[in-house]
């Protein structure tokens, strides 16, 4: 409940302080509406010339893309501004400030900033599966709700802890910054998983599990999830916590404080 008290008053500061610059929200939401509106150029370039891509109908897609929107949204309010650049904090020794606040290192680090304009996003991307749903003629069903409920939260804890381990490199080697390659490795959850050839796919569900960024969650809206998948990407989930938690503890014994 304390991180949780935490995470609401930084979210609420961190408001109060972009509502302050009102061209900044207007700019965010141009960009949130020019980056939904390539996503549908890029789907009319394609499903003009085919009925299906990899099994999904036009429909499937748009919610597809709508749930990647969503996950990317929070994505980008809570954990990217901590994140950014992480490798440039620990030469600069900004690490030192946070390391001795009265909170857990980890949280402060990969949560305790926000940017809460970037939910723009997330609010575009419920209106574009709202038109993929119009679209479509499957039903919706009580569990497929639950099911992508679930797997956008799996999707957001792998996205986190990927993050999170990515970042940490940097604690070993603060030469190396590697927020471009996973900008490029995130791209790649914008599509189904089934477009991917082995050994890709495979990749990207079990290695760097992007596939439950929006291809599952997606899937399971239509009805269509295997609850396999559901228990596959809890586990995932729950061993990259305990992964994060475990590499986050061993970078600090190695990370030497810029005063030290």
């Known amino acids: 409940m304390k991180l949780l008290r935490l995470l609401a008053a930084s979210f609420s500061l961190s408001l109060r302080r972009e509502i302050t610059f009102r061209a900044n929200l207007v700019f ?18 394609v499903y003009t010339q085919t009925q299906t891509l990899a099994g999904w109908s036009l429909s499937e897609s ?8 969503i996950v990317s949204g929070i994505f980008a309010t809570y954990v990217e501004p901590n994140l950014r650049w992480f490798a440039g904090q620990v030469r ?23 940017e809460p304009l970037s939910l723009s996003q997330a609010a575009m991307g419920l209106l ?8 479509g003629s499957s039903h919706l069903s009580w569990w497929g709700i639950v099911s992508w409920l679930l797997l956008v939260g799996v999707g957001l804890v792998i996205a986190w802890a990927s993050r999170v ?25 914008r599509y189904p998983v ?17 596939a439950f960024l929006s291809t599952f969650p997606a899937r399971a809206l239509f009805g269509h999830s295997d609850p396999q998948a559901l ?5 995932i989930a729950g061993m990259a916590v305990i992964l994060v938690q475990i590499i986050w503890k061993a970078g600090l014994r190695r990370y030497t404080s810029a005063t030290s």
């Open 165 to 189: 381990l990515m970042a940490s490199v940097s604690l070993w080697v603060p030469s190396i910054e590697l927020d471009v390659l996973y900008s490029a490795l995130w791209q790649f959850g």
């Open 194 to 210: 089934e477009i991917y050839g082995q050994p890709l796919r495979f990749l990207f569900t079990y290695i760097l599990p992007f």
């Open 28 to 45: 965010q939401l141009v960009l949130t509406a020019l980056n939904v509106a390539s996503g549908f150029v890029v789907l009319g370039a």
């Open 62 to 69: 748009i919610v597809l893309l709508g749930t990647f929107q």
């Open 128 to 135: 574009t599966i709202s038109l993929g749903l119009s679209n």
């Open 92 to 114: 600069d020794g900004k690490l030192d400030t946070i390391l001795v606040q009265p909170a857990p290192s980890l949280f402060l680090v990969s949560l305790g900033r926000c």
């Open 231 to 235: 228990l596959l990407g809890i586990a």
